[in-house]
T-cell receptor, first 118, second 113 residues
Framework: GAVVSQHPSRVICKSGTSVKIECRSLDFQATTMFWYRQFPKQSLMLMATSNEGSKATYEQGVEKDKFLINHASLTLSTLTVTSAHPEDSSFYIC??????????????FGSGTQLSVL | GENVEQHPSTLSVQEGDSAVIKCTYSDSASNYFPWYKQELGKGPQLIIDIRSNVGEKKDQRIAVTLNKTAKHFSLHITETQPEDSAVYFCAAVPNTGFQKLVFGTGTRLLVSP
């Protein structure tokens, strides 16, 4: 099946620093990727939709200057948490849908990144 | 917008028993209903899905049923095994794309040996 690789799986950083998370589709191309945030024992909340070659679309309440998204190729999207603070600590997950299938057919998730900001 | 309710929030069964998780949705425009299994510290894994033009789909020990009229769909796991223990999420997606995907609140399934 389709594989979405996400790195790093875990990162600990100091408050005020920036952290970059990578999301790669390994065996398919994805025009669109999605970034989610998940708090303990809660469901996934969509943060933004990443579109290859264009600006990301952010959900209401998500600061675009705080969570920078770059989708430079059909297989790679990155999320950078800028000037991270303890309240940004969370589990971040990306997902991707193969470009060759219909708009809502098959969505695959990365393994997630646990961010801890000290 | 779409609202997906999922029950129960926790479910404990003995190994070999069946487990059923139920979801309801509100938006009749939703036409794709995936189910995901999430193990601790990992991303969700698609385990089965169903489209609105199908009433039931089965894959080995896992089956999903959809009642489009009542707007509810269910996940059925038979002959449960300890490795089935995880959090399961249902979701509803309209034909406009995954940016409108709405997850249920999750069900923590515990299968005891």
């Amino acid at each position: 099946g389709a594989v979405v690789s996400q790195h790093p799986s875990r990162v600990i950083c100091k408050s005020g620093t920036s952290v970059k998370i990578e999301c790669r589709s390994l065996d398919f191309q994805a025009t669109t990727m999605f970034w989610y945030r998940q708090f303990p024992k809660q469901s996934l909340m969509l943060m933004a939709t990443s579109n290859e070659g264009s600006k990301a679309t952010y959900e209401q309440g998500v600061e675009k200057d705080k969570f920078l998204i770059n989708h430079a190729s059909l297989t790679l999207s990155t999320l950078t948490v800028t000037s991270a603070h303890p309240e940004d600590s969370s589990f971040y997950i990306c997902s991707a849908a193969p470009t060759t299938v219909a708009t809502n057919e098959k969505l695959f998730f990365g393994s997630g990144t646990q961010l801890s900001v000290l | 917008g779409e609202n997906v309710e999922q029950h129960p929030s926790t479910l404990s069964v003995q190994e070999g028993d069946s487990a059923v998780i139920k979801c309801t949705y509100s938006d009749s425009a939703s036409n794709y209903f995936p189910w995901y299994k999430q193990e601790l510290g990992k991303g969700p894994q698609l385990i089965i899905d169903i489209r609105s033009n199908v009433g039931e789909k089965k894959d080995q020990r896992i089956a999903v049923t959809l009642n489009k009229t009542a707007k509810h769909f269910s996940l059925h796991i038979t002959e449960t095994q300890p490795e089935d223990s995880a959090v399961y999420f249902c979701a509803a997606v309209p034909n406009t794309g995954f940016q409108k995907l709405v997850f249920g609140t999750g069900t923590r399934l515990l299968v005891s040996p």
